[in-house]
């Protein structure tokens, strides 16, 4: 049978043989997130999953997508693309389990200027490690080689995640009731939000990128480039051991567009400043780029990647269990009557 190859695709910046090295050297790090229920290997026109629906009365579905944002400009910068891969898959997947559901499997989709079958298998690699992560395999995906539309050396990453929950298990934000304590669980940077202004505070270049900061211990490149953390297993377990009630990923829009969507209607989210670890990286963007405290808070994370909200009888349990599995976690607020929304204290 005669192979695919066409002269006059190459000719116009197309190489399909390129883009059969990249899955030839991707499938390795594929595997690594294979789980029970794949039924199919790269290759097909879908990926095939059957869940296990063993012991759920009403199996419901939740999916979630998203993409890296410009922290990829970093990325092109630094020459380092094994990273953002987790990225793309944490923004997914951190927001499906909010929802208190379990992601089951993740595709992504990869678009370059240009296909570099090497570059697009550690794309492809970090992608996989954080679907390891959050127990997800990871089971299709989509490289697009489109010369013109990007420049040789970039790309843009962004995927989506599918996850499923019990019915009567989906966190419900009416079922936040004042009194109710919020526990915040910490962030690994900046995560993968906020980096337009990033770039704009540190006019963003390589010699910026690998200058040394004492404050922050690496370089600014590599402090930035930490990638965003997944929550997804520690939230899990916390669901099975306590009475979550509602969770907010602190993603774009920080605490003041996030939090909210975690309360009920007539109840307020009151944190204490004082009790936000502040990373360093915070503190330096807003002395940098001469931020204003609110607007910080309106666009980062602030070294809180997750909020969940637990009857406060519970919290000391919960804290427990998050620290069992890894997390550092610690009370940041209350549920309060008022005008949904957050007032931050101190």
């Keep these: 049978m005669e192979k695919s190859y066409s002269e006059s695709y190459k000719a116009a910046g197309v190489d399909v043989t390129a883009g059969y090295k990249a899955v030839e050297l991707m499938k390795e790090h594929v595997a690594r997130t294979n789980?029970?229920?794949?039924?199919?290997?790269?290759?097909?026109?879908?990926?095939?999953?059957?869940?296990?629906?063993?012991?759920?009365?009403?199996?419901?579905?939740?999916?979630?997508?998203?993409?890296?944002?410009?922290?990829?400009?970093?990325?092109?910068?630094?020459?380092?693309?094994?990273?953002?891969?987790?990225?793309?898959?944490?923004?997914?997947?951190?927001?499906?389990?909010?929802?208190?559901?379990?992601?089951?499997f993740f595709l992504d989709y990869v678009a370059v200027g240009k296909n570099l079958p090497s570059r697009v298998a550690q794309i492809v690699a970090g992608v996989a490690e954080g679907c390891v992560q959050a127990g997800a395999a990871l089971i299709g995906g989509e490289t697009a080689e489109m010369p013109g539309f990007y420049p040789p050396d970039e790309y843009d990453l962004a995927g989506f995640a599918v996850g499923m929950v019990d019915r009567e298990k989906i966190l419900d934000p009416a079922r936040v009731e004042t009194g109710d304590v919020i526990i915040g669980l910490a962030s690994s940077g900046v995560h993968s939000n906020g980096f337009s202004l990033v770039r704009r505070v540190f006019d963003i270049g390589q010699k910026s990128l690998d200058r040394f900061q004492d404050e922050l211990g690496m370089t600014l490149g590599e402090c930035l480039l930490t990638p965003t953390k997944i929550y997804v297993k520690p939230i899990l377990e916390l669901c099975r051991q306590v009475t979550v009630k509602s969770i907010s990923h602190i993603t774009g829009g920080g605490?003041?567009?996030n939090i909210p969507r975690c309360l009920a209607p007539g109840k307020k989210a009151v944190i204490e400043k004082a009790a936000v670890p502040v990373l360093p990286i915070f503190r330096l963007i807003q002395r940098e780029g001469d931020i204003p405290e609110r607007d910080m808070f309106n666009t980062f994370n602030m070294g809180i990647g997750m909020c969940v909200v637990v009857p406060k009888d519970q919290a000391d349990k919960a804290l427990e269990v998050l620290a069992a599995a890894g997390e550092k976690a610690r009370i940041i607020g209350q549920i309060a009557d008022g005008d949904t929304g957050v007032e931050i204290r101190g």
Excluded at 43 to 53: D, S, V
Excluded at 79 to 102: L, Q, R
């Design 255 to 257: 605490f003041y567009e």
């Design 35 to 104: 789980t029970p229920g794949v039924l199919s290997g790269l290759g097909g026109f879908g990926g095939l999953f059957r869940p296990e629906l063993a012991g759920m009365k009403e199996p419901v579905l939740v999916s979630g997508t998203d993409g890296v944002g410009t922290k990829l400009k970093l990325a092109f910068l630094m020459d380092k693309h094994d990273t953002v891969g987790i990225d793309c898959v944490a923004m997914c997947v951190n927001d499906v389990v909010c929802c208190g559901a379990a992601p089951l």
